[in-house]
């Protein structure tokens, strides 16, 4: 079972490296990076629609040699590595603004071994996004799910009104699909209102429809008109009130991670970035239905210990209401995908604790955890699990299981990254929103954008790179997860950037 809320996987990020330019410190996260990998939860098997595990560790941190506590929350659940989905009534709501005219990158052209094959003209945003667009419709089920098209630029228009697929002429929309030409500004707010009215639309006239609500938005989120404020409450209303969920699908070089992280903060929403319909179709087979299904709201684990307390949490989209608290409250939940092994995928959620100040002299090292939860009709479960942290303060090292280890060492893996981005943008400005002002911004081709983000590292940053990389090579050993190797290519390109 996976975190239903923020990113879905780091294909910007890892995009952005493919063409040596330097990403933004928001497009890789760790609940995005968590939900490209496969854990061992402590469990394989589970009859609960929501189940929670808990693992412990203690390590010694490879760069600061300070002593960390740590304890996985496992998200599992008997919807696990099933593959199905609730039916859906579903808006897909299209950007065709000037910006979707562009190239992905005139200078990669022809580079990437996916894309040798592509002409100049299947490399632009929009013909991608019609692709994706299309392998939508393919795969709704035409007896008892809805779709609904709205396109939109400086204003929206319907290029479709919600209908049951099997009343649609399936062959006459994608020939209009095929003849969008996209132009002008980009007002996201102005699509996103037509596609919620839709639904909310449908909602009041069939008041006992069971589908799930969900509007796809496929953009290179780029607003120059409208405003990000109104788009986050609109966003936030309509979850609240009818509860039509969001995602939004990243659309080229240039998105907007920033915004679109912003925005999957609001429940049930999330978001992943495609750059080519072939890797939009594996993400439609393998992840598509278990992203658009969430099972669960609301979910609270409650920490009592008398020394621990929670420093930290990640794999989760961040809020000021978990600071100083004793929870973890996860927005929602989606089933995972689940390998041979009986592990899931992405269903990690990490807490970093530190001990109390306290005039106990002797505080006991067990924990109780208490997790509650709502399931999509509103009824309400929970779960209680005393424990102890059986830790020797002797010990450096100590790992509960595999799952947890994979999933610190993820961690520390992208704290080094993000560190390593804002430091070298705090020597050398590089991002263009440091250089040029937005209306600038967006007269600008993706080239001239990206040229001021070159990959760059500085020595001393490099210095803990190179330390961190032999400690990734030995725990890759250990874990014997082949899919480690791509973030050993990332520290690799970091290790031969530019040094600044």
């Known amino acids: 079972m996976g975190n239903a809320n923020g990113s879905q996987n780091s294909n910007y990020f890892r995009q952005q490296l493919f063409h040596n330019l330097l990403p933004k410190e928001s497009s890789i996260n760790v609940e995005g990076l968590f939900n490209e990998y496969y854990f061992d939860t402590g469990i394989t098997k589970t009859n609960d629609l929501i189940h929670s595990t808990y693992q412990f560790a203690s390590v010694k941190n490879i760069l600061t040699n300070e002593q960390e506590l740590y304890m996985t929350i496992g998200l599992n659940s008997c919807e696990d590595g099933k593959n199905e989905r609730k039916y859906l009534n579903l808006i897909i709501v299209l950007d065709v603004s000037g ?23 299947s490399k632009r945003k929009i013909h991608v996004a019609k692709q994706v667009l299309i392998e939508l419709i393919h795969n709704l089920d035409a007896e008892n799910e809805r779709l609904g098209i709205v396109l939109f630029n400086q204003n929206a228009n319907l290029l479709q009104p919600i209908r049951k697929v099997k009343e649609i002429n399936i062959n006459e929309l994608i020939e209009r699909i095929d003849g ?35 509007i796809i938005f496929l953009t290179d989120a780029q607003p120059n008109l409208g405003g990000e404020k ?9 979850a609240s009130k009818n509860s039509i969920y969001i995602t939004y699908i990243g659309i080229g070089l240039d998105f907007n991670s920033d915004l679109v992280y912003e925005l999957t903060k609001i429940h049930g929403s999330n ?11 594996r993400i439609l087979n393998n992840d598509f239905n278990y992203i658009v299904n969430p099972i669960g709201f609301n979910i609270i684990t409650f920490i009592d210990s008398e020394k621990y307390e929670i420093d930290k949490i990640y794999g989760i989209p961040t809020s000021n209401e978990h600071e100083k608290s004793n929870y973890v409250r996860i927005d929602s939940v989606t089933p995972s995908a689940v390998d041979d092994k009986g592990c899931v995928k992405g269903s990690m959620i990490v807490v970093k604790f530190r001990e109390k100040l306290t005039s106990n002299l002797n505080p006991s090292n067990s924990i109780q955890l208490t997790m509650r939860y709502e399931n999509i009709h509103g009824q ?10 059986n830790i020797n303060d002797k010990q450096d090292i100590f790992y509960d299981n595999l799952g947890i280890r994979k999933a610190i060492l993820l961690l520390h893996y992208t704290l080094l990254i993000k560190n390593i981005i804002e430091d070298v943008n705090h020597h050398t400005k590089t991002y263009y929103d440091d250089l040029i002002n937005k209306e600038q911004q967006h007269r600008l081709t993706d080239n001239t954008k990206m040229s001021t983000m ?5 020595k001393n940053m490099k210095n803990d790179l190179l330390k961190f990389r032999s400690h990734f ?16 290519d990332i520290i690799d390109k970091f290790r031969y950037a530019e040094e600044i």
């Open 99 to 121: 910006s979707m005219s562009e190239l992905f990158d005139n200078n990669s052209f022809n580079t990437s071994n996916e894309h040798s094959h592509m002409t100049k003209e």
């Open 473 to 488: 090579i030995d725990e890759m050993k250990i874990l014997d997860d082949n899919n480690l190797k791509k973030e050993l």
């Open 271 to 281: 978001y992943f970035s495609v750059h080519s319909s072939q890797e939009f179709v």
């Open 180 to 214: 969008i030409v996209p132009n002008g500004g980009t007002n996201m707010e102005c699509g996103m209102i037509m596609g919620i009215d839709m639904l909310s639309d449908l909602l009041n006239e069939n008041v006992n429809d069971t589908n799930n609500n969900r």
């Open 454 to 458: 070159v990959l760059k590292i500085s």
């Open 380 to 389: 309400k479960q929970q779960q209680t699990i005393p424990t102890i942290i």
């Open 230 to 238: 109104s788009l986050l409450d609109l966003s936030k209303r309509a």
